[in-house]
């Protein structure tokens, strides 16, 4: 018997629906794909099916395109050590090319068995033919829009935490179907989204101008069609939505989730060209492995992927909340949490990551041979499964109540706090630290408001990252307090954790990055209300959840910065969101032995050269120290975590 995805028998659309049942939908808590209607109609127009019985290889259809090409590091990328220790995903295992050009072995993950977990739910079409994920060859070519049409309505496709999803890979495919654009080339423009608003415009009058055969059909559209296109028919009580997906022009929707900075970046389920997780060049490889990820997607999250990574993390929540409400167990959050109106709000962000150089001296020059960067292991991860976040409608309390309010039964209650924060030099702190909060300054008290996790842990000792203040030394003046809180995110975290967790073990470097970049992307959306417009999506908005995991963050990361100095006497020259560089001896390991996410970790190591300790001895200020940095550690400052960073804009 042929395996899925190797030899496939042809065969012809049968009469009936596939297995797959509207009870799964409906217990998924979305609209049924519930279209039952035949497999012709007056028209006499069909999917072209098989008629020859002899089975083809996959991989000998035409070239699978990728779109434009440009630079951007993969989004989870520090959390991918190069140290022998660490068990995740070594860089070079998603090469995909060798450095003389030749075509090196194909990445581990692509030899990776593709499940059955998202039949039913999603198929892939391509110029060949139509596969379910799991390899299934169900027609030969979909060379019309009404052939589409016949195809969705008798697969009758099923939710999974996000609509059914048809998803079209290759330009021959997109041809075949009349989705033909050509913008130009980025040889031609200076700027990549002067290209990528082309591509976009032309994609979009491109599809208005070839789907009134759905629309004929009775679909309708759900917004402006793009690089997806959603659809939605009713039939009597019954909604069908389907999105239909355009692999190959996926590059021409810009957004944080997929790195736009005049650069092709990280394109969510699809991988990142530059980092190597992008799909294979032909199509129906390409379609094998995106077969292969949506089944990985509803195996491991329960979910299609979104149409972004923070869609689909959002989706994993949603999921969870349906679970909840059905069960009557657990924490639900069915509003938004807006910042409330603060008298005398911060510049810039509630709660801001760290962003820190200092000048190295001769004594951190001293012994050193080493350059290392640490970082904490899925940082923003680790935090929101830990933390109790607050919901509901707060109390504000001002004075004396204020201060009161700080004091609770089981600890400091989730909220906001408007403190003092002393300045820095008459505090006994290191000097080879940054201040322990950056509203913080060295020489004047700065009044400013935080969460409750910056409460607490300015509170701490100074061994421990605080400042060893009492409520007092603070001056609370003022607060806004939740009056219900918990782990809200805790088994969204678990979901997540357990599912990177199987992506390090496979050595399946495409979904670990795509992990990476949906609980960053969700966590960093949190602060956006108009990524939320929607009346079922305004739950997702909840800034002081980001703001707390931040600030929760931060202080872990300068927790470890006081542990390693006692250990081993050494400081960071530099600090950026979670990854913290220092100058080390040979032999010397500053990271955690615990694999735990949110535990340090190696993330660069390269040898100190007499070039750069030069450059560090010599440098005049602390923009000469970052320059020097980069160079040595080849990662653009870290931007490949500073998606941590970025994504806290929120940005669309």
């Not at 039913?120 to 299934?136: D, E, F, K, M, N």
């Not at 950056?438 to 990252?465: C, F, N, Y």
């Amino acid at each position: 018997m042929s395996s899925p995805w190797e030899q496939i028998p042809l065969f012809t659309l049968p009469d009936t629906t596939p297995t797959t049942t509207p009870e799964s939908a409906e217990k998924d808590g979305l609209p049924t794909a519930t279209c039952q209607a035949g497999v012709t109609d007056e028209s006499g127009s069909e999917p072209a099916v098989a008629t020859h019985p002899e089975s083809h290889e996959l991989g000998d259809a035409g070239s699978h395109e990728q779109g434009a090409a440009g630079s951007h590091e993969q989004g989870d990328s520090t959390e991918t050590p190069t140290t022998p220790q660490s068990p995740d995903v070594d860089p070079a295992d998603v090469d995909h090319n060798a450095a003389d050009g030749d075509a090196a072995d194909p990445p581990v993950w692509e030899a990776l068995p593709a499940g059955e977990a998202a039949d039913g739910h999603a198929l892939i079409v391509t110029a060949a033919g139509t596969y379910t994920p799991s390899g299934r060859e169900l027609t030969g070519p979909v060379d019309s829009l009404e052939k589409l049409d016949k195809l969705i309505r008798w697969a009758s496709l099923t939710p999974l935490g996000a609509p059914a999803q048809i998803w079209v890979v290759g330009l021959a495919a997109c041809e075949l179907l009349g989705w033909v654009i050509d913008p130009g080339s980025e040889d031609d423009v200076d700027d990549m989204e002067a290209l990528r608003l082309r591509a976009a415009t032309e994609l979009t009058a491109t599809l208005h101008a070839t789907l009134p055969p759905l629309l004929s059909a009775g679909w309708e559209l759900r917004g402006e069609p793009g690089h997806v296109v959603h659809l939605s028919r009713t039939i009597g009580k019954f909604t069908s939505m389907v999105d239909v997906v355009i692999e190959p022009y996926v590059w021409t929707y810009w957004n944080k989730d997929f790195g736009w900075h005049n650069r092709v970046g990280d394109m969510g389920v699809l991988g990142s060209p530059t980092a190597g997780t992008y799909l294979p060049d032909d199509d129906l490889p390409a379609a094998r492995e995106l077969g292969r990820r949506l089944a990985w997607c509803a195996q491991h999250l329960g979910v299609l992927p979104g149409p972004t990574p923070a869609r689909t993390g959002a989706a994993i929540v949603d999921k969870i909340k349906r679970e909840r409400t059905r069960s009557g167990k657990g924490i639900v959050v069915t509003t938004a949490g807006a910042v409330p109106p603060l008298d005398g709000p911060p510049r810039g962000d509630l709660e801001p990551a760290a962003g820190w150089t200092r000048v190295p001296d001769t004594e951190d020059l001293e012994g050193a041979d080493r350059l290392v960067s640490i970082d904490q292991r899925a940082a923003y991860l680790a935090s929101a499964g830990m933390l109790e976040l607050g919901y509901g409608q707060p109390t504000h309390f001002t004075g004396d109540k204020a201060a009161a309010a700080a004091v609770g039964d089981k600890g400091t209650p989730f909220g906001l706090w408007r403190i003092t924060l002393p300045a820095g030099q008459t505090l006994s702190l290191p000097e080879k630290l940054p201040l322990p909060h950056p509203h913080m300054l060295a020489d004047q008290p700065v009044q400013t408001w935080v969460t409750s996790v910056s409460l607490d842990a300015l509170r701490e000792p100074i061994a421990d990252g605080g400042i060893g203040a009492d409520l007092d030394d603070l001056d609370i003046t003022e607060a806004w307090v939740y009056p219900q809180q918990g782990r809200v995110l805790d088994k969204w975290a678990k979901i997540l954790r357990e599912a990177r967790k199987v992506s390090v073990d496979t050595r399946d470097a495409a979904m670990k990055g795509f992990l990476g970049s949906c609980y960053k992307g969700y966590i960093g959306r949190m602060v956006n209300p108009d990524m939320w417009t929607a009346k079922q999506m305004q739950h997702h908005h909840q800034p002081l959840w980001r703001a707390a995991i931040i600030a929760h963050c931060r202080w872990r990361g300068r927790r470890v910065a006081m542990r390693i100095a006692r250990e081993h006497h050494r400081w960071p020259v530099r600090t950026v969101t979670d990854s913290w560089v220092y100058l080390l001896p040979g032999g010397e390991n500053i990271a955690d032995p615990s694999q735990a996410l949110g535990k340090m970790t190696v993330e660069k190591d390269t040898l100190l050269t007499d070039t750069l300790r030069g450059a560090l001895a010599s440098a005049a200020d602390v923009h000469e120290v970052n320059l020097a940095i980069k160079a040595a550690l080849t990662d653009n400052d870290h931007d490949a975590d500073d998606e941590d960073a970025d994504e806290e804009n929120g940005v669309l």
